[in-house]
Protein backbone atom coordinates (compact mmCIF):
# COMPACT_ATOMS: atom_id res chain seq x y z
CA UNK A 1 0.00 0.00 0.00
CA UNK A 2 1.35 3.69 -0.57
CA UNK A 3 0.76 6.80 2.39
CA UNK A 4 0.37 9.61 1.42
CA UNK A 5 1.68 12.37 3.59
CA UNK A 6 1.83 15.75 4.02
CA UNK A 7 3.43 18.92 6.80
CA UNK A 8 3.88 22.16 7.35
CA UNK A 9 6.66 23.77 8.56
CA UNK A 10 7.83 26.52 10.37
CA UNK A 11 9.63 28.81 7.66
CA UNK A 12 12.84 29.30 9.83
CA UNK A 13 12.61 25.88 11.09
CA UNK A 14 14.81 24.02 8.32
CA UNK A 15 16.16 21.41 10.73
CA UNK A 16 12.98 19.72 11.18
CA UNK A 17 11.81 19.80 7.48
CA UNK A 18 15.37 17.91 7.11
CA UNK A 19 14.68 15.33 10.01
CA UNK A 20 11.25 14.76 8.37
CA UNK A 21 12.23 14.43 4.95
CA UNK A 22 15.55 11.77 6.22
CA UNK A 23 12.66 10.11 8.13
CA UNK A 24 10.36 9.21 5.33
CA UNK A 25 13.65 8.05 3.30
CA UNK A 26 14.63 6.36 5.86
CA UNK A 27 11.73 4.28 6.58
CA UNK A 28 11.04 3.74 2.99
CA UNK A 29 14.54 2.08 2.73
CA UNK A 30 13.62 -0.41 5.08
CA UNK A 31 12.66 -2.76 2.77
CA UNK A 32 12.65 -5.83 5.16
CA UNK A 33 10.24 -4.07 7.48
CA UNK A 34 7.95 -2.76 4.90
CA UNK A 35 7.60 -5.12 2.38
CA UNK A 36 4.80 -3.83 0.44
CA UNK A 37 4.73 -0.45 1.84
CA UNK A 38 5.32 3.39 1.08
CA UNK A 39 5.34 6.86 2.22
CA UNK A 40 4.82 9.13 -0.65
CA UNK A 41 5.29 12.85 0.46
CA UNK A 42 2.58 14.83 -1.65
CA UNK A 43 3.48 17.99 -0.35
CA UNK A 44 5.67 20.35 2.23
CA UNK A 45 5.17 24.07 3.46
CA UNK A 46 6.23 26.18 5.09
CA UNK A 47 4.34 28.79 7.53
CA UNK A 48 5.50 31.77 9.93
CA UNK A 49 5.57 30.29 13.54
CA UNK A 50 2.80 32.30 15.16
CA UNK A 51 0.52 32.52 11.55
CA UNK A 52 -1.54 29.69 13.29
CA UNK A 53 -4.13 30.68 11.01
CA UNK A 54 -2.80 30.35 7.87
CA UNK A 55 -1.18 26.84 8.96
CA UNK A 56 -5.20 25.86 9.49
CA UNK A 57 -5.94 27.20 5.86
CA UNK A 58 -3.44 25.66 4.36
CA UNK A 59 -3.61 22.63 6.37
CA UNK A 60 -7.58 22.44 4.98
CA UNK A 61 -6.93 22.93 1.70
CA UNK A 62 -4.52 20.54 1.17
CA UNK A 63 -6.52 17.78 2.72
CA UNK A 64 -9.51 18.80 0.48
CA UNK A 65 -7.19 18.87 -2.56
CA UNK A 66 -6.06 14.95 -1.83
CA UNK A 67 -9.42 13.68 -0.20
CA UNK A 68 -10.12 10.38 -1.38
Known amino acids: ?3 F ?3 IF ?3 DTL ?3 AFEYAVAKI ?3 SQLFTRS ?3 VTHIDTVNAH ?3 SAYKMGKS ?3 KYKT
Open 5 to 7: LGA
Open 38 to 40: KIV
Open 62 to 64: ISL
Open 1 to 3: WIS
Open 10 to 12: DTG
Open 51 to 53: DSF
Open 28 to 30: NSQ
Open 16 to 18: SRQ
